[in-house]
């Protein structure tokens, strides 16, 4: 069977909802072949053991949360070369936009040349000031719904052979 790996970060628990529910749906698909981890677990090694990914994070001033940054930084250049063709998505928790953030993961992916299987899913939670932002999130269930499809639809991808 194919591997998924879910790759996610979480400050305030809004995409560590998103990533859990991808995941319970992705292993409706492929039962134990799925794995999550955290964005500081993560590393070259587990990108290679995959066979398509999904990242979640949160959208941070305008851009990717540093902890999946630094994810992407330590796993780079160790696996350049050598995941070319996987498929992909991702999922990105934000306040307002979101765009820049996923702009920068398929940029990333792109120099990876990993194949987008699915536009970004944007989870805007509308948080706009300090305290709001801070506070723990609460994604909506249909929003919920959205990523555990996503997590679903690119297992079934995956065991399918389609990707």
């Known amino acids: ?17 998103m990533a859990d529910a991808a995941y319970a749906r992705a292993r409706e698909e492929l039962h134990e072949d799925v794995r999550s981890l955290t964005a500081d677990a993560a590393g070259p090694d587990d990108l290679l053991a995959a066979d398509g990914y999904l990242f979640a994070g949160p959208e941070n001033l305008a851009a990717i949360a540093g902890v999946m940054k630094d994810f992407f930084d330590r796993s780079y250049y160790p696996v350049l070369g050598r995941i ?29 040349r990993l194949r987008e299987v699915h536009d970004p899913l944007i989870v805007c939670t509308h948080a706009q000031t300090p305290e709001a932002i801070q506070a723990p999130k609460t994604i909506s269930d249909s929003d919920l719904e959205r990523c555990g499809e996503l997590g679903q639809a690119l297992a079934a991808g995956l065991a399918l052979g389609v990707f």
């Open 1 to 17: 069977m194919p591997r998924l790996l879910i790759v996610h970060h979480s400050s305030t628990g809004g995409t560590r909802q």
């Open 84 to 112: 070319e063709g996987r498929p992909y998505a991702q999922m990105v928790c934000a306040g307002s936009d979101g765009e820049n953030a996923a702009r920068q993961v398929a940029r990333i992916a792109q120099g990876w």
